[in-house]
């Protein structure tokens, strides 16, 4: 079975979304064989697209992981701008 899985999240500016998306970006290498993810920068959206053999719970572990690696990201920014 294969599955798409396509999250797209719409940040306040475009800034934003690039810094999100190079926070993330490292965090993609050496994944699991049959779980592949794409992540790309449309304005201010982050598009997040996963592919997967695996069983369904690998894919929702997977998702689940960048997305709380995005939410530490959103916070370490949110920080940033409450200190300067």
């Known amino acids: 079975m294969k599955i ?3 999250i797209s999240i719409d ?3 475009s800034s934003v979304a690039k810094a999100i998306y190079s926070s ?11 779980l592949d993810i794409e992540m ?3 304005g ?3 598009i997040i ?3 997967s053999t695996k069983r369904l719970e690998t894919l929702i572990s997977a998702i689940d992981d960048l997305l709380a690696c ?8 949110l920080e940033l701008l409450v200190f300067e």
């Open 70 to 77: 995005f939410q530490a990201s959103i916070n370490t920014l």
């Open 4 to 6: 798409k899985v396509k």
């Open 11 to 13: 940040l306040k500016e």
């Open 44 to 46: 201010k959206h982050v």
């Open 49 to 51: 697209i996963f592919f």
């Open 24 to 34: 993330l970006k490292p965090d993609n290498i050496n994944i699991p064989v049959g």
């Open 40 to 42: 790309k920068v449309r």
